[in-house]
């Protein structure tokens, strides 16, 4: 057997193959093969991602096994490492922002949870080693700061304001610039150019993932990002009643009219589990959004039944304490890997060209 065709040599070529999550483009060719090798029965190979993949790196593993167990080959075992590859942000939109994926959390309607949706998914992103931002553009109602249990005043540093941190999530709102009982009055343009300062002036520093928090129904911020910044897309989320999801179909046909690409539907308050017995009491319904988002043809990435915890945590200013509830932990993780799914799944229909790092 020459060396071409050696089985060391066709393992590797495959897997060379395999696509990045990220950038969509094959793992040869941007050189995030750290390394392989073949003993006797035994793969061992290295691989590069992104932070901005590892939400999901169990399920690359998986990929890269079934790869593997795929040449016709006979393996016994395939470990798999995953290390950081460090390729930074490529700058986009017309102020720069250094984020890998926008994403755009909206609702048609108010108190559906879409607050507490955004904050928890940028929570759980970044719990599973993703740099992430999170921004309130919910400008007449900001609330991340409460939910978060965060105060305090942003500093500006080199004519950069200095965002308030949640552990390493960097966390901008007007909320921090307003007093508690004080409401904002503003027309349009100042709308618009507070969510522009929000973006050009916040020192995000370089980000996988920045979760935009949108203010309910349809409106002029969803316009401005649009010129702004490209945007990987949008979540949106509503509850199963029936007026809810007219008000989410609102939401998905503004998203559609300003060219933001539509990540999928989130069903929030979705049924009740008494946490004495554990029945399942469908408060307000379930599966609408399910149905609903089957019908208009955009993906659904998941429901989050009525929890206690969240409402509690949420009320005292600890969101992030709700992730101990199982419940809700296993229900944030589906929807979240189900969002990095859909970005990866876009990338990969057309990939990018991402730079290779700099060595």
């Not at 994403?103 to 607050?115: C, F, L, P, T």
């Not at 942003?154 to 004519?159: A, C, D, H, L």
């Not at 200095?162 to 007093?179: A, C, D, N, T, W």
């Not at 309910?216 to 509850?239: E, F, H, R």
Request: proline share 7%; aromatic share 6%; glycine share 10%.
């Amino acid at each position: 057997m020459s060396q071409a065709d050696s089985p060391e040599t066709t393992l590797r070529s495959a897997l060379s193959r395999l696509k990045d999550p990220e950038t969509g483009r094959e793992l040869g060719k941007t050189n995030q093969i750290v390394d392989f090798t073949l003993q006797g029965s035994l793969v061992t190979c290295t691989i590069g991602l992104t932070t901005h993949s590892w939400p999901i790196r169990d399920e690359f593993i998986e990929k890269v096994q079934d790869c593997v167990g795929a040449q016709g080959i006979e393996v016994s075992q395939v470990d798999v490492n995953i290390t950081e590859f460090d390729r930074p942000p490529v700058p986009i939109g017309q102020i720069g922002l250094q984020a890998r994926s926008v994403i755009a959390v909206g609702s048609g309607k108010g108190g559906v949870g879409k607050s507490t949706m955004a904050a928890s998914i940028a929570l759980s992103l970044s719990k599973a080693g993703a740099k992430v931002g999170l921004m309130d553009a919910d400008v007449y109602g900001p609330s991340i700061p409460h939910l978060l249990g965060l105060s305090g005043r942003p500093e500006v540093i080199n004519g950069k304001i200095q965002p308030i941190y949640y552990e390493q999530l960097p966390v901008m709102s007007m909320g921090f610039l307003v007093e508690p009982d004080q409401a904002v009055i503003w027309r349009g343009p100042m709308l618009h150019g507070s969510i522009s300062q929000f973006l050009r002036d916040t020192y995000w520093g370089p980000l996988d993932y920045l979760v935009i928090d949108m203010p309910p129904g349809t409106g002029d911020v969803a316009l401005t990002l649009s010129q702004m910044i490209p945007l990987a897309g949008a979540v949106v989320v509503c509850t199963p009643q029936q007026v809810a999801l007219l008000d989410a179909i609102k939401a998905v046909s503004m998203f559609r009219k300003t060219k933001i690409p539509v990540l999928g539907m989130v069903e929030n308050m979705s049924g009740f589990v008494c946490p004495d017995c554990g029945k399942q009491y469908d408060i307000f319904g379930k599966g609408g959004a399910r149905e609903k988002a089957e019908e208009i043809k955009i993906p659904f990435l998941g429901e989050l039944p009525i929890n206690m915890q969240i409402r509690q945590e949420s009320d005292q200013g600890h969101l992030a304490a709700a992730f101990e509830d199982p419940i809700c932990k296993a229900a944030l993780d589906k929807i979240t890997r189900a969002i990095v799914r859909e970005i990866n799944a876009r990338a990969a229909s057309a990939p990018t060209g991402a730079s290779l790092p700099v060595l």
